[in-house]
């Protein structure tokens, strides 16, 4: 992210006036009464990302119960359904402390930049398809090794 630093140093600090006046001429319209005086809210991709990591996690577990361990379940007793929950600890768990440090290491300013949107996108697909995608993926492996065994 060195080249998302040097951008972010590049830039002008949020809310500043490039041009000669920040007034508005007469005849004009001023800003919206609500946002008068206050600064547009600012995004801050550390917490966004951190709430999306905490959401995926809900959906990965919700997922891992209900798709992984129910579709095994209808297969007989095993102790496959357990070592699908064990999977969770070993994959999902580290790669969204990945995410999550990748995001807490910028800066207050990086934090800010709406230059890191296309970052934030790429991340947060990544997250919610792993979140999703795994669960039914460890489901087809687990039902072939099932088949398999037995």
Known sequence: MDRI?????????????????????????AQDSRTAGHPAPMIDWRRKMSDH????????????????????KAHGGSLLPYFA??????AIIPACRRFESRWNRLTDDQAHDP?????????????????????FALTAVLRGLSVVFK
């Open 115 to 135: 230059a890191l949107a296309s970052y934030y996108k790429r991340d947060r697909l990544a997250l919610w398809a792993l979140a999703i995608g795994l669960p």
């Open 5 to 29: 630093s040097e951008h972010a140093a590049h830039q002008s600090a949020p809310g500043s006036s490039t041009g000669p006046s920040s007034m508005p001429k007469p005849g004009t319209f």
């Open 85 to 90: 929950l064990v999977i969770l600890v070993v």
């Open 53 to 72: 990591i905490a959401y995926a996690l809900l959906v990965y577990t919700a997922l891992q119960i209900f798709v992984t361990v129910g579709a095994l």
